[in-house]
């Protein structure tokens, strides 16, 4: 006898684990604020992979932190699904106080795999650079154009 493989089907190929935004909303943090749209969000995704192309991004808490010190700017983007809250809650404050952008983005898996990482990522910082500059721009507009937190 001899075995028969299953063909795969579309689903299993991609994985199964696309989730749609709404899905993802529901598994945000509630210090999540200023959170961006669908819209934003996948453009901040697309400018996190363009400054990834140009290694013009810094990637998760402690170098992330380390540059804001050190007066560093650029787009702050925050995983709303990151647990525990202790890990990253300091990091807004420290952004207020630069006057820096910041955002959050529902899901760190797809902030990592933006960034071009198997590993899920929960800050990443987007430098300017004139490869991309008309994509950060853009983000950079409409992050600061977001409510902030009271």
Do not use: W
């Amino acid at each position: 006898m001899t075995k028969v493989k299953k063909e795969k089907t579309g689903e299993e190929e991609t994985g199964g684990t696309e989730k749609s935004y709404q899905e993802l909303l529901a598994n945000i943090n509630p210090i999540a604020n200023p959170l961006a749209s669908r819209k934003l969000s996948k453009k901040l995704y697309k400018c996190v992979k363009k400054a990834a192309k140009f290694k013009q991004i810094r990637r998760g808490v402690k170098e992330v932190q380390k540059f804001i010190n050190k007066g560093e700017t650029g787009i702050v983007v925050f995983a709303g699904d990151t647990l525990p809250i202790e890990v990253y809650c300091h990091l807004p404050i420290m952004c207020e106080d630069r006057n820096m952008p910041y955002a959050y983005v529902p899901s760190k898996v797809d902030l990592g795999s933006s960034a071009g990482s198997k590993r899920p990522t929960c800050v990443i910082m987007i430098k300017p650079h004139d490869e991309y500059k008309e994509a950060y721009d853009e983000c950079l507009e409409e992050v600061t154009s977001l409510p902030k937190p009271i």
